[in-house]
Antibody, heavy 111, light 112 residues
Framework: QVQLKESGPGLVQPSQTLSLTCTVS????????VHWVRQPPGKGLEWMGV???????DYNSALKPRLSISRDTSKSQVFLTMNSLQTEDTGIYYC?????WGQGVMVTVSS | DVVLTQTPPTLSATIGQSVSISCRSS???????????LHWLLQRPGQSPQLLIY???RLESGVPNRFSGSGSGTDFTLKISGVEAEDLGVYYC?????????FGGGTKLELK
């Protein structure tokens, strides 16, 4: 059974760095791509980036200067790191593999 | 980036009514490999998105066959043949043909 679960701090101060973890089960990260998608409160979905099965990454061009995605295949974990957070980065962050989505983690950027 | 424009933004329907949602792309979504990577998601209130249709018209496993997708190139349609209460939520089209992946703005399906 495929599962993805996001974890991380619920509250981040402005200008600080966000670190999220997506822990997966039921599949190998070396065989499937994992995407990060976020959703501001009451708004639509925004694709953030992907780590391909081979380990390469691609990013939303608007976020690329601040965003990094990496993984630890031995732990079945994918990591998202984004710096210089602002209030507009508040929202739910999801990891996703094809039809499978995590439950999402709410991140609030506030002092 | 590819812009996906969904219409209408809001759709009011009665139970049993058939409805359609349009997704228009700013450029053709036909990939050089012959596939078209246009998919449809449903996000119910308070839930994660759910894949309904992939590659224009392929029904994801476990999704009721009242959902169907069609289209080609730049114009795509999701049809629900007989809305049920569990279908309420926001529908998104998403493309994976051109990097970066992009989503439509969403269509909210409400009960009339």
């Amino acid at each position: 059974q495929v599962q993805l679960k996001e974890s991380g701090p619920g509250l981040v101060q402005p200008s600080q760095t966000l670190s999220l973890t997506c822990t997966v089960s039921g599949f190998s990260l070396t065989s499937y791509n994992v995407h990060w998608v976020r959703q501001p409160p009451g708004k639509g979905l925004e694709w953030m980036g992907v780590i391909w099965s081979g380990g390469n990454t691609d990013y939303n061009s608007a976020l690329k200067p601040r965003l990094s995605i990496s993984r630890d295949t031995s732990k079945s974990q994918v990591f998202l790191t984004m710096n210089s957070l602002q209030t507009e980065d508040t929202g739910i962050y999801y990891c996703n593999r094809r039809a499978d989505w995590g439950q999402g983690v709410m991140v609030t950027v506030s002092s | 980036d590819v812009v996906l424009t969904q219409t209408p933004p809001t759709l009011s329907a009665t139970i049993g009514q058939s409805v359609s949602i349009s997704c228009r792309s700013s450029q053709s979504l036909l990939h050089s490999n012959g596939n078209t990577y246009l998919h449809w998601l449903l996000q119910r209130p308070g839930q994660s998105p759910q894949l309904l249709i992939y590659s224009v018209s392929r029904l994801e496993s476990g999704v009721p066959n009242r959902f169907s997708g069609s289209g080609s190139g730049t114009d795509f349609t999701l049809k629900i043949s007989g809305v049920e209460a569990e279908d309420l939520g926001v529908y998104y089209c998403v493309q994976g043909t051109h990097a970066p992946r992009t989503f439509g703005g969403g269509t909210k399906l409400e009960l009339k």
